[in-house]
Nanobody
Framework: QVQLAESGGGLVQAGDSLRLSCAAS????????MAWFRQPPGKGREFVAS????????DYDDSVKGRFTVSRDRDKNILELQMNHLKPEDTAVYYC?????????????????WGRGTQVTVSS
């Protein structure tokens, strides 16, 4: 079982940047895909970005493409999300999830081992 812990959130102004981290422990991530999801106030969990742990191919939601970059450090077992040009609509609790397999799926039901999340608030 993989344990995940997100960090790096905060309160920023529109146009600012933040870097989120997700520390993974418990088992090897070889053959897995990891993803960032977010849950805005009063809404469901939505896909942000994903990355194959081995091959490092990525997938992004259109709302963040060109502004966010997902990456992973295989030596440190860390997933990261660099968020630039933040907008008020990016305000949400951000979660990382993991699933076994290399397909880039966007439904949170396919992912597990959720952490507690990290709050990102972007003021206008």
């Amino acid at each position: 079982q993989v344990q995940l812990a997100e960090s790096g959130g905060g309160l920023v102004q529109a146009g600012d940047s933040l870097r989120l981290s997700c520390a993974a422990s418990g088992r090897s991530l070889s053959g897995h895909t990891m993803a960032w999801f977010r849950q805005p106030p009063g809404k469901g969990r939505e896909f942000v970005a994903s990355i194959q742990w081995n091959g490092a191919t990525t997938d992004y939601d259109d709302s963040v493409k060109g502004r966010f970059t997902v990456s992973r450090d295989r030596d440190k077992n860390i997933l990261e999300l660099q968020m630039n040009h933040l907008k008020p609509e990016d305000t949400a609790v951000y979660y990382c999830g993991v699933r076994f397999g290399s397909l880039h799926l966007r439904d949170p039901a396919y992912f597990g081992s959720w952490g507690r999340g990290t709050q990102v608030t972007v003021s206008s």
